[in-house]
């Protein structure tokens, strides 16, 4: 009797140290694995930081503003711009609209002018010509359609956007797809530039060509 009582309580002892010594181990353990997610997280926080302005798909290099346009889908999801890592207008700020999207944007600062939507299917033409009238100089114009953008375009309002740099609102028509972005003073064609025409045998969607994005970077003006 005396003797397993000994025996019980070395062997008690023995759980306990074992169990220490387990748990102590197993601390370490967890303590080296808490590190592992930690070391993990702070690499997640570097990637977050290589994440570009607007999402583009790489970096723009310094004295660059980075821009992401994409045109509207049929006539269901509205368009959305963004400007140096600014939404500018989409369907969650709710100020886009059917027809075209304008964005005006200081060309040396960033910095928004003003934006406004043009009903091209039903709308007066002329509050169009009016607004590409009054950029002022120095400007950058970031232009989306949604739905119908040619319905209502004449020869001026082409003109003006041509001047701006665009190549393809001279045929700009119903349904089509564009997304453009052009400069007052601009000398020659811009490079940002995107144009699927409405065409019954290539549309994505059933009466309306697929959506379109554009993204870049565009050389700060300096002043
Ligand atoms: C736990 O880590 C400490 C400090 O790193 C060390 O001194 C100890 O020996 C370790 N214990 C075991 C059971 O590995
Ligand atoms: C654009 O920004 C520059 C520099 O901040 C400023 O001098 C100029 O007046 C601005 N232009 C317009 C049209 O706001």
Redesign the pocket.
Known sequence: MRMSGVFRLLAFTFALVTTW?FI??Y??FSMKTIRLPRWLSSSTKETRAVQTKCSISKPCPANFFAFKICSGAANVVGPSMCFEDHVIMSPVKNNVGRGLNIALVNASSGTVLRHSSFDMYSGDVNLLVKFLKEIPGSTLVLVASYDDPGTRMNAESRMLFSNLGSSYAVQLGFRDSWVFLGARDLKSKSPFEQFLKNNPGTNKYEGWPELLELEGCVPQKMV
Request: aromatic letters at 0%; proline letters at 0%.
């Open positions: 010594i102590r181990s601390m370490n």
